[in-house]
């Protein structure tokens, strides 16, 4: 491909898609250039890397690019695309870039509700493990590729992330589909469950007759789309009717404190291996399944890859742990749907939160989601002792008259959650305690608040040992 196009531009180029692909693209030997509104450790990266990146857009920013990428959050005003087209410069969707490095290589897909990410990155570790080299594009860092979110591999396989939000995924045409779980989100971009539904059978219609589609048989929805696939499929799940099913396990007293979890894994009734698993949580579980699955499909040693699942050490703003100070955890995840909520508060119960009480941050994600969700999100929050709701953070999107956190603090005070309205850093700081569990929650800017509370107690320990 170099021989026909030296330089991309990606527009965005900080976010987490366009990020892996740009990577990918500069260790496969293109000229890559991007901006972005704002300066991040992703387009430092980048930047250290070789990229050239613009804070701030504008035509300049694209002048002597051969193709420009977006995203579907870019407008057609935008200055770079505006300079692109009067120019007759291909302007590529990001789906599009990542549908063209995927006829380099045999694809393994990861779509779902929710769990893309992780699944993303163990079906890359298990493959790496078992010396399949693969490249791996994924939507957050992962703390196995240093921090990164794409690793570029010399194997035959390409492992991504595919982003059903807009309908995207269904410009993919893997050898393998993994569908982790299909929720209610997005419906305003598909109008209905229904639609939503479809677009996921259509996406495993994408098969070839010789691969394979791998659903999660515990949720309903996938497990009927399985049904309905008309393509080879085998499921995965704790439930005993699964293809690929998982037996949880006690962890040996010796290895306590290193592994969250254990679960025994069998293929169509024969033992395969014993994944100890670093990541708590049933959700965790569910994904190093599917993970398996993925592997073994593509002719991995069930060791190696099993090794590789029990060496994942998670990505960031999954269940990750921004630190402690005065006896008080920190912990920041990405859940931004009650379905996420629920797992996230009932991992944290198992494992961090065991016996101590539990402060939740959650900042609730669009207006449009809020609107939906509202009552669901509600009595998602109940495993939590302490609730503050942060006001939503719009993502790109214009405020909804009577949409705000406020509903979902009706929601949760009549679901008997101790809910209220966040105030001040400073007052939440006061009210903490040794042995409280700070949880920052949701998919936009929260993690800060949780970052600004673990600096101010860390501050405080200073001072005091000072006087």
């Known amino acids: 491909m170099r021989q026909f196009v030296r330089r991309v531009h990606f527009v965005g180029i900080g976010g987490v ?58 407008p057609e005003a935008n200055p770079e695309v ?9 302007v590529v969707p990001r789906v599009a870039m990542l549908a063209e490095l995927a006829r380099l290589k045999k694809t393994v897909t990861v779509a779902g509700s929710h769990g893309k990410t992780t699944t993303t990155a163990m079906v890359g570790m298990a493959l790496q493990a078992a010396g399949a080299d693969p490249t791996v594009v994924v939507g957050g860092q992962v703390a196995n590729l240093m921090g990164a979110n794409a690793r570029v591999g010399l194997g035959d ?22 569908v982790t779980n299909v929720d209610d989100d997005h419906l305003d971009h598909y109008g209905s469950m229904d639609n939503l539904k479809a ?4 996406h495993l219609r994408r ?3 010789y691969g394979l ?34 037996r949880p396990r006690p962890v040996p007293a010796r290895l306590r404190g290193r592994v969250a979890q254990r679960l025994e894994v069998f293929k169509k009734g024969k033992k395969w291996g014993t994944l100890d698993l670093r990541v708590p949580g049933r959700h965790n579980a569910l ?12 002719g991995c040693d069930p060791r190696r890859a099993a090794k590789g699942l029990s060496e994942f050490r998670g990505v960031g703003r999954r269940l990750e742990r921004l630190g402690e100070a005065q006896g008080v955890l920190f912990i920041d995840d990405y859940g931004h749907h009650p379905t996420e909520v629920r797992a996230t508060l009932a991992a944290l119960r198992a494992s961090y939160a065991k016996g101590r009480r539990l402060v939740v941050l959650f900042q609730p994600h669009r207006y449009t989601r809020t609107r939906q969700l509202w009552r669901e999100f509600g009595s998602a929050l109940k495993g939590a002792d302490d609730v503050h709701l942060l006001p939503v953070y719009a993502a790109g999107e214009k405020p909804i008259r009577g949409v705000g956190s406020e509903l979902i603090l009706r929601s949760a005070r009549r679901a008997g959650v101790p809910a209220r309205l966040f105030g001040r850093t400073v007052d939440l700081a006061c009210e903490l305690a040794p042995g409280d569990v ?30």
Request: hydrophobic content about 50%; proline content about 2%.
């Open 82 to 90: 505006r300079w692109a087209r009067a120019r007759a410069v291909a």
């Open 207 to 209: 098969l070839p007759f």
């Open 157 to 178: 396989y390409l492992v991504a992330e595919a982003d059903e939000s807009d309908g995207s995924f269904l410009s993919l045409f893997p050898l393998v589909a993994v």
């Open 287 to 298: 994904n190093a399944l599917a993970a398996a699955a993925a592997a073994d499909f593509v």
């Open 213 to 246: 589609g791998v659903v999660c048989a515990d949720d309903p929805n996938a497990a009927a789309l399985a049904r309905s696939a008309e393509r080879p499929v085998v499921t995965y799940g704790l439930d005993a009717a699964a293809d690929w099913r998982g």
């Open 17 to 74: 898609g366009m990020s892996g692909i740009a990577q990918v693209l500069l260790n496969l030997g293109f000229s890559v250039s991007g901006s972005d509104l704002k300066e991040t450790e992703l387009t430092r990266r980048l930047r250290r890397a070789g990229a050239r990146v613009r804070i701030g857009h504008s035509a300049a920013a694209a002048a002597g690019a051969e193709v420009v990428v977006v995203s579907s959050a870019v």
């Open 199 to 202: 677009a996921f059978r259509e």
């Open 438 to 467: 700070v949880l920052t929650l949701g998919a936009g800017d929260v993690w800060k608040t949780g970052v600004d509370l673990l600096k101010r107690l860390q501050g405080d320990t200073l001072s005091n040992a000072n006087a």
